[in-house]
T-cell receptor, first 114, second 115 residues
Framework: AQTVTQSQPEMSVQEAETVTLSCTYDTSESDYYLFWYKQPPSRQMILVIRQEAYKQQNATENRFSVNFQKAAKSFSLKISDSQLGDAAMYFC???????????FGTGTRLQVTL | DAGVIQSPRHEVTEMGQEVTLRCKPISGHDYLFWYRQTMMRGLELLIYFNNNVPIDDSGMPEDRFSAKMPNASFSTLKIQPSEPRDSAVYFC?????????????FGDGTRLSIL
């Protein structure tokens, strides 16, 4: 069974600084997709970034980037120039190429301080 | 563009009552997913549909839960009878395909409280 682990229940970062959220996963599949979702207090789940396992290049979306290490089954999210609006729960999610089901981690609560 | 629309946003009811949660997916999306989020269990997939047909309902906790998708623009998740342990946030999500890197787009969720 696939599992997704986020070992940091809570993280804190100062405004304008950089923070990295960790995610590891367990799978026997070779082709899959990884996602980071953000859930602010408003409760909506918002896609932050996605990565295809067959791509060696790490995905980047503005201030958000990932460090994808396929051999280590690691998929961390880096947030640069943190802003107050980045404060939220962040969920890592996994999906095999041939399946529709998303498996989520337990989330990391990110606090952004002045 | 309208996103996934869920109603109601909040629901408070007494145990034993029937609860119906509603979802309108993004137009053109063929896949619809129902999730439940709790502190103890995180985000769990309950059921998903492809072209209005239920594909995998293995996450539905018990017979008190049922889901339907009578057409491409509407789905319901029903709990009858409801119990306090059903209290959670229920999300509906849709995607254009069930595979590939297309993400699932989530609604704002329904916070359900069973007293």
């Amino acid at each position: 069974a696939q599992t997704v682990t986020q070992s940091q229940p809570e993280m804190s970062v100062q405004e304008a600084e950089t923070v990295t959220l960790s995610c590891t996963y367990d799978t026997s599949e070779s082709d899959y997709y990884l996602f980071w979702y953000k859930q602010p207090p408003s409760r909506q789940m918002i896609l932050v970034i996605r990565q295809e396992a067959y791509k060696q290049q790490n995905a980047t979306e503005n201030r958000f980037s990932v460090n994808f290490q396929k051999a280590a089954k690691s998929f961390s999210l880096k947030i640069s120039d943190s802003q107050l609006g980045d404060a939220a729960m962040y969920f890592c999610a996994y999906r095999p190429r041939t399946a529709s089901k998303l498996t989520f981690g337990t989330g990391t609560r990110l606090q952004v301080t002045l | 563009d309208a996103g996934v629309i869920q109603s109601p946003r909040h629901e408070v009811t007494e145990m034993g009552q029937e609860v119906t949660l509603r979802c309108k997916p993004i137009s053109g999306h063929d896949y619809l997913f129902w999730y439940r989020q709790t502190m103890m269990r995180g985000l769990e997939l309950l059921i998903y549909f492809n072209n209005n047909v239920p594909i995998d309902d293995s996450g539905m906790p018990e017979d008190r839960f049922s889901a339907k998708m009578p057409n491409a623009s509407f789905s319901t998740l029903k709990i009858q009878p409801s119990e306090p342990r059903d209290s959670a946030v229920y999300f509906c999500a849709s995607s254009s395909t069930g595979f590939g890197n297309q993400p699932q787009h989530f609604g704002d969720g329904t916070r359900l409280s069973i007293l």
